[in-house]
């Protein structure tokens, strides 16, 4: 818990703990120990070389264009009373035109394997439990398919980051959200966008984690949230339908690079 009001707890649930390679004398001046351990929490986008801001117009076309159709969707049913249909018209307006929607964009990108300038973290222990153990490995035969199965070998230790994060590292689309958009996938991960920082400053994020559990696979941790549920399927998640449906139709070739990172799990 935080005695701190201002300070948010957050998880982060890896397979393996990624280290920034830094000499016994650099660490020795830096922290005070030459054994001290560095973690490495760049952003998708450090890692991959692939930035969002290259693709930004044609990734906040394709957010805008699934908000029209899906309001569209929404006035032709009718089990959408037409005062919650004005709300939503409404909102979705105010995300579009207001300043908040480039911050929704850069946690929807992230949220469903997109390269970003940001990690995921989560308010549930159980989801950091999942990603700490569990595989995920892509199918040969279908893109964009991930197939996931259960860590358990000793090989190596996964781990658990605990962060105290404030305000402004964080992105809760939760909040920013309209009434009515579809976020399946976020919500079922309990999931936070955390802004980790650029240029000469890509691991500052590092400063706001205080402790890391490094977990014995081995061990009998108990039954994980099941794939299903952390990634809802097509069938359940509208939005991450659009997404591979946007896949096909091409770009840019930057965009194209940047969509095939989308995927779905098993």
């Given at each position: ?16 703990e ?135 070998t ?52 590092a ?26 399927g ?6 991450g ?21 989308f995927?779905?799990?098993?």
């Amino acid at each position: 818990m935080s005695a701190d009001p201002a300070l948010k707890i957050h998880y982060r649930g890896q397979q393996r703990e990624h280290t920034l390679s830094r000499s016994e004398r650099a660490r020795q001046i830096l922290f005070g120990d030459a054994s001290a351990i560095e973690p490495s929490l760049l952003a998708s986008s450090s890692r991959l070389g692939l930035s969002l801001e290259t693709v930004a117009p044609e990734w906040s076309l394709t957010v805008q264009m699934f908000i029209s159709q899906y309001v569209t969707f929404l006035k032709n049913s009718k089990w959408v009373s037409q005062r919650t249909l004005d709300d939503v018209c409404a909102q979705m307006t105010n995300l579009v035109s207001g300043y908040s929607f480039w911050a929704f964009l850069l946690a929807m990108a992230q949220h469903y394997g997109l390269p970003s300038a940001g990690l995921d973290v989560t308010s549930s222990v159980d989801v950091a439990l999942y990603f700490a153990l569990t595989g995920f490995e892509q199918d040969p035969h279908t893109p964009h398919l991930q197939r996931t199965k259960r860590l358990n070998t000793t090989d190596q230790y996964s781990v658990i980051y605990i962060f105290s994060n404030t305000e402004r590292f964080l992105i809760d689309f939760s909040r920013i959200r309209p009434i009515g958009f579809p976020t399946a996938r976020p919500d079922a991960q309990s999931a936070h966008f955390l802004h980790t920082g650029w240029g000469l400053a890509r691991n500052a994020v590092a400063e706001r984690l205080f402790l890391a559990l490094y977990l014995d696979r081995s061990y009998d941790w108990g039954p994980l949230p099941e794939t299903s549920t952390m990634f809802p399927g097509p069938g359940k998640d509208v939005f991450g339908s659009f997404l591979h449906e946007a896949i096909l139709k091409g770009g840019s070739s930057e965009f194209s690079e940047f969509m095939q990172r989308f995927y779905w799990a098993t």
